[in-house]
């Protein structure tokens, strides 16, 4: 099965135990917030702090189980054809996101894709997990600052998870758009979409 997510939308799909998700960012650049729940229980979703404790490394590489907030093995990080270039860190962005930075008026966010795209297969989402957010460049610097300088990450990058249990994903393709000095997040070009091939 293969889909677009289009450019600010997100949407969920569900795949089962030993099943592959692969995501490309086919114009580079673009971030993907990843979101994942146990197909049979929604209470229990992937974790990134729970991971990334379990890890010992605040990016997802290769090889790496991302856990859900019961530590329990949900996706596996099966191959990374973006160099690395991935964050664990940032919370989803929602309107409070936006207008934080002086947005004025609604704005599209990944918070609000993961709403819509879970109503959509008839599930109310009230907490709103911290992503894996793949194609996001983010550093956290020696005194502990956290930054996000220029996107490098190429078009066609993409990412291979392959799923441990029956789990419901969704992918939103991150609206942030704004000029903010030193958190490009996505290209200046604004966002795009992303493509999905579940196998
Ligand atoms: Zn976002």
Redesign the pocket.
């Known amino acids: 099965m293969k889909f677009i997510v289009p450019a600010r939308e997100g949407r969920a799909v569900k795949i089962l135990r030993g099943q592959t998700i692969r995501i490309t960012t086919p114009k580079g650049a673009q ?1 993907a ?1 990843f979101f994942a729940y146990n197909a049979e229980d929604l209470g229990e979703w992937l974790s990134a702090n729970h991971t990334w404790a379990t890890t010992f490394c605040v990016r997802p590489r290769a090889g790496d189980d991302f856990l859900s907030r019961f530590r329990r093995p949900m996706l596996r990080f099966a191959e990374d054809g973006a160099q690395g270039v991935h964050d664990m860190m940032i919370a ?2 929602d309107q409070f996101r936006y207008e934080f930075f002086g947005h004025k008026g609604p704005h599209a ?2 918070s609000e894709n993961l709403c819509v795209a879970m109503r959509r297969l008839g599930h109310q989402i009230d907490v709103i997990p911290q992503p894996i957010n793949f194609f996001t460049h983010t550093r956290v610097e020696a005194d502990g600052r956290f930054v996000s300088p220029p996107n490098p990450v190429k078009p066609g990058a993409y990412v291979v998870l392959e799923a441990l249990i029956d789990v419901v994903c969704v992918i ?1 393709s ?3 758009d704004l000029g903010v000095e030193g958190w490009t ?1 996505n290209t200046a070009q604004g966002p795009s979409e992303l493509i999905v091939e579940v196998s």
Request: aromatic residues 10%.
């Open positions: 971030a917030d989803a962005c966010s990944c939103s991150c609206p942030f997040i």
